[in-house]
Every structure is written in C-alpha cells, then in structure tokens.
Nanobody, 118 residues
C-alpha cells in the first residue's frame, strides 16, 4: 500500500492551494481517505475525511467553508484550500484506511509542506 502526495508550497494569505493524494495497493471497498496536518510544536490533527460508502465528508470547524475535500475514484483524493491564513501553515498528510467503523488512517502519505506567509 502506498500513498503519494503532491502539491503544497508557499502562498500568500488569502490565497489558494490544492493538494493531491494517489493511493495504490488497497483492496476492499470501504476505504476512508483523509487529510491531516501538523504544525510546528503541535500534534497532528484531522482536517477532513471522505468515505467511499455513502460519500460522507467531514471537516473540522477551523476549515469549514474554506477547504473542500473530494475524490474522483477509489484512489485519487484532493484538498482544495481557499482563503488560507498563516494558521494553516503545517505539514499536510493524506491518510487512508479500509474500514466501516473508523476514519483513523493506518497508512500515510509522505507529507507536504504548506506555508502561508506574506
């Protein structure tokens, strides 16, 4: 199983970025894919997840109405981030798990830095 991320970088406050994640090697039809982030000196936190079954999505309050998670098949997932602020600066990780009872990943991408600064 492998998750490969792309995107990220430096953006000014108020700008936008899109992160991508491609999963390979998974079997099963209950794959939940998610985005997490970890800011310096802080614990890794959930940003959003999206399920295969039912197409359910969930966002943490701090990114609601600014970030949009999507997937176009079982293997490709995206995070569109709008109106970025310095507080969004972190290393972002995609994660995945094949489960109908949890969204907590058991596989992770390599992480990608997002820096919001003028």
């Amino acid at each position: 199983v492998q998750l490969v991320q792309s995107g990220g970088g430096l953006v000014q406050p108020g700008g936008s970025l899109t992160l991508s994640c491609v999963a390979s090697g998974f079997t099963g039809d209950k794959i939940v894919m998610s985005w997490y982030r970890q800011a310096p000196g802080k614990e890794r936190e959930l940003v959003a997840f999206i399920t295969t079954v039912g197409g359910k999505v969930h966002y943490v309050d701090s990114v609601k109405d600014r970030f949009h998670i999507s997937r176009d098949n079982y293997t490709h997932m995206y995070l569109q981030m709008n109106r970025l602020s310095p507080e969004d600066t972190a290393v972002y990780y995609c994660g995945a798990v094949n489960s109908s009872i949890t969204y907590v990943p058991d596989h992770w991408g390599q992480g990608t830095q997002v820096t919001v600064s003028s």
